[in-house]
């Protein structure tokens, strides 16, 4: 036997599929047209031209989102993150093709969308520190942390005049006494669930 003499497969007994050339003879693919894959495509279409690339406004300034909510930063934070994918599937569809024109628009239009990416995470950045010198302030001063606490000592479980009534026993901001003269956290006789960090 020839080493190059073919040597029959498991599958050789099954007729292999043969492709339809002819393109009215080939079946439809259905499609969902509301498929979450359409959103990797702009206007559900592969590559878009460069005029539509290039047709895009500015990033977003530190300054414009310092005045967003939280909420707004987040959605904003999630179309730029969209807006990426698109921008990629496009500049790999004109890779592949070998398209030859569009990827400056692309990767101008992709620059400011990280250009607003950075801004955000900036103005986040921003908030945390003064999150955490907020948090050292009220730390370092008993005033501060009294007024912090004081809401959940307005709840039902507390008696008009408690909060005074801790002051002359000097408790500290976070503690109160129950009916039975002990000290307690304020949190806990409060009935609250979690433990809040100061």
Same mark, same amino acid.
């Given at each position: 036997?020839?080493?190059?003499?073919?040597?029959?497969?498991?599958?050789?007994?099954?007729?292999?599929?043969?492709?339809? #050339?002819?393109?009215?003879?080939?079946?439809?693919?259905?499609?969902?047209?509301?498929?979450? #894959?359409?959103?990797?495509?702009?206007?559900?279409?592969? #590559?878009?031209?460069?005029?539509? *690339?290039?047709?895009?406004?500015?990033?977003?300034?530190?300054?414009?989102?310092?005045?967003? *909510?939280?909420?707004?930063?987040? *959605?904003?934070?999630?179309?730029?993150?969209?807006?990426?994918?698109? #921008?990629?599937?496009?500049?790999?569809?004109?890779?592949?093709?070998?398209?030859?024109?569009?990827?400056?628009?692309?990767?101008?239009?992709?620059?400011a969308v990280r250009m607003t990416q950075r801004a955000i995470k900036h103005v986040l950045t921003e908030r945390q520190y003064a999150w955490m010198d907020a948090i050292k302030i009220t730390r370092d001063d008993p005033k501060l942390t009294r007024l912090l606490i004081e809401p959940a000592a307005e709840s039902s479980v507390f008696e008009e005049g408690q909060l005074e009534n801790d002051e002359q026993l000097g408790l500290r901001a976070d503690e109160t006494a129950n009916g039975e003269g002990k000290v307690v956290d304020r949190r806990q006789a409060a009935g609250s669930s979690g433990e809040v960090t100061l």
């Amino acid at each position: 036997m020839s080493e190059f003499q073919a040597y029959p497969l498991s599958v050789s007994k099954e007729p292999l599929p043969q492709p339809v #050339l002819d393109p009215k003879k080939r079946s439809k693919v259905q499609v969902d047209e509301d498929h979450g #894959l359409w959103q990797f495509f702009k206007d559900k279409k592969a #590559l878009s031209t460069p005029e539509e *690339s290039a047709e895009h406004g500015r990033s977003w300034t530190v300054e414009e989102l310092r005045n967003k *909510s939280w909420e707004d930063l987040h *959605s904003l934070w999630w179309v730029c993150a969209k807006e990426r994918n698109r #921008l990629h599937t496009q500049i790999f569809e004109r890779k592949r093709l070998k398209a030859g024109y569009g990827e400056f628009e692309e990767r101008e239009r992709e620059k400011a969308v990280r250009m607003t990416q950075r801004a955000i995470k900036h103005v986040l950045t921003e908030r945390q520190y003064a999150w955490m010198d907020a948090i050292k302030i009220t730390r370092d001063d008993p005033k501060l942390t009294r007024l912090l606490i004081e809401p959940a000592a307005e709840s039902s479980v507390f008696e008009e005049g408690q909060l005074e009534n801790d002051e002359q026993l000097g408790l500290r901001a976070d503690e109160t006494a129950n009916g039975e003269g002990k000290v307690v956290d304020r949190r806990q006789a409060a009935g609250s669930s979690g433990e809040v960090t100061l």
